[in-house]
């Protein structure tokens, strides 16, 4: 088990479940140092009091709050350990919600909480199945890193998941950064929308990352005084170019048929932009052919798309 980032408990109502966390994630990044590039000396960052000049080593180096222009409030540890929050030591269950209530864009970081000792296998497994059972997810709170926390837990296999969340105060309002007042045709949203159903996969774990893979192999390269890797040879995009919306949906739904091995341009293919004065007419017509059509008649179904693997 990796090593556990906090130990506490969770609480539910009067119940206790000791738990140790452990992060769900691992970092992958390639990281770079900094060197001088006369003679690759490795770059150091040093922490430098600003009056004295001195070098300072970790435990000589304190917290402090600036609460004006050149007068500094001291905290120490140990007074933020006894502040009166029951989430201190306690990831606080406060309530039970539907998973879909919760805005993504609210979740941050994600955790592991691990059983701590035998004496917490029951309660865990209680509150796992209630969760399951009742298909929701508990919000919790919980203090971190000087401040207290909002969190999401949720059962992902046979362990309970603790998501750090976002206050809503935190969330950026998108209201002026989406276009507004753009008309939209409907066979531009029908041949979009057949796009969607052709790059439709049944799960994202195919996906690799090809920059990192690239990295290493451009890295490994150099390490062993080997010719560089060639970069992709690609079409570049003009910069300011002003796109055929309909051609390149055209374009981007054949590429998607090639790439599950159908043939492009099949069934529904080929849109054809109407001009302004014939689309009334083409409606007043496509009327006209609905009323004298049989009400009784169903419409023939759609097959669903091929679902495509990723890559």
């Given at each position: 088990?990796?090593?556990?980032?906090?130990?506490?408990?969770?609480?539910?109502?009067?119940?206790?479940?000791?738990?140790?966390?452990?992060?769900?994630?691992?970092?992958?990044?390639?990281?770079?140092?900094?060197?001088?590039?006369?003679?690759?000396?490795?770059?150091?960052t040093?922490?430098?009091?600003?009056?004295?000049?001195?070098?300072?080593?970790?435990?000589?180096?304190?917290?402090?709050?600036?609460?004006?222009?050149?007068?500094?409030?001291?905290?120490?540890?140990?007074?933020?350990?006894?502040?009166p929050?029951?989430?201190?030591?306690?990831?606080?269950?406060?309530?039970?919600?539907?998973?879909?209530?919760?805005?993504?864009?609210?979740?941050?970081d994600?955790?592991?909480?691990?059983?701590?000792?035998?004496?917490?296998?029951?309660?865990?497994?209680?509150?796992?199945?209630?969760?399951?059972?009742?298909?929701?997810?508990?919000?919790?709170?919980?203090?971190?890193?000087?401040?207290?926390?909002?969190?999401?837990?949720?059962?992902?296999?046979?362990?309970?998941?603790?998501?750090?969340?976002?206050?809503?105060?935190?969330?950026?309002?998108?209201?002026?950064l989406?276009?507004?007042?753009v008309?939209?045709?409907?066979d531009?949203?029908?041949?979009?929308?057949?796009?969607?159903?052709?790059?439709?996969?049944?799960?994202?774990?195919?996906?690799?990352?090809?920059?990192?893979?690239?990295?290493?192999?451009?890295?490994?390269?150099?390490?062993?005084?080997?010719?560089?890797?060639?970069?992709?040879?690609?079409e570049?995009?003009?910069?300011?170019?002003?796109?055929?919306?309909?051609?390149?949906?055209?374009?981007?739904?054949?590429a998607?048929?090639?790439?599950?091995?159908?043939?492009?341009?099949?069934?529904?293919?080929?849109?054809?932009?109407?001009?302004?004065?014939?689309?009334?007419?083409?409606?007043?017509?496509?009327?006209?052919?609905?009323?004298?059509?049989?009400?009784?008649?169903?419409?023939?179904?759609?097959?669903?798309?091929?679902?495509?693997?990723?890559?």
């Open positions: 088990m990796p090593r556990p980032l906090w130990t506490g408990a969770i609480s539910f109502g009067l119940v206790t479940i000791p738990i140790k966390v452990v992060s769900a994630t691992e970092n992958h990044s390639i990281s770079f140092h900094q060197y001088h590039l006369e003679d690759m000396g490795r770059i150091r040093r922490k430098v009091c600003e009056l004295d000049g001195e070098v300072l080593s970790q435990d000589e180096i304190g917290r402090g709050y600036e609460v004006a222009k050149g007068r500094t409030v001291p905290v120490t540890d140990e007074e933020l350990d006894r502040m929050l029951p989430t201190a030591k306690a990831i606080e269950i406060v309530a039970f919600v539907d998973a879909d209530s919760v805005d993504p864009v609210r979740i941050g994600s955790y592991y909480l691990a059983v701590d000792g035998q004496v917490a296998a029951k309660p865990y497994a209680l509150l796992r199945k209630a969760l399951e059972r009742s298909e929701k997810v508990a919000v919790a709170k919980f203090a971190w890193h000087n401040r207290e926390r909002l969190g999401l837990l949720r059962v992902r296999d046979d362990a309970i998941v603790l998501h750090s969340m976002r206050w809503p105060d935190e969330i950026r309002s998108p209201e002026s989406a276009p507004r007042d008309e939209l045709e409907e531009e949203i029908d041949r979009a929308v057949q796009l969607t159903d052709s790059m439709a996969l049944d799960g994202i774990s195919g996906f690799k990352d090809r920059y990192r893979e690239a990295l290493e192999d451009l890295i490994a390269a150099k390490s062993e005084g080997k010719e560089l890797p060639e970069p992709r040879e690609g570049e995009e003009e910069s300011g170019k002003v796109m055929d919306l309909m051609a390149a949906l055209n374009a981007s739904v054949d998607a048929r090639e790439s599950r091995g159908e043939e492009a341009g099949g069934e529904g293919a080929t849109v054809h932009e109407m001009k302004p004065g014939t689309r009334k007419r083409a409606a007043k017509k496509t009327a006209k052919k609905t009323t004298k059509a049989d009400s009784g008649k169903k419409p023939a179904k759609k097959a669903a798309p091929r679902k495509r693997t990723a890559s």
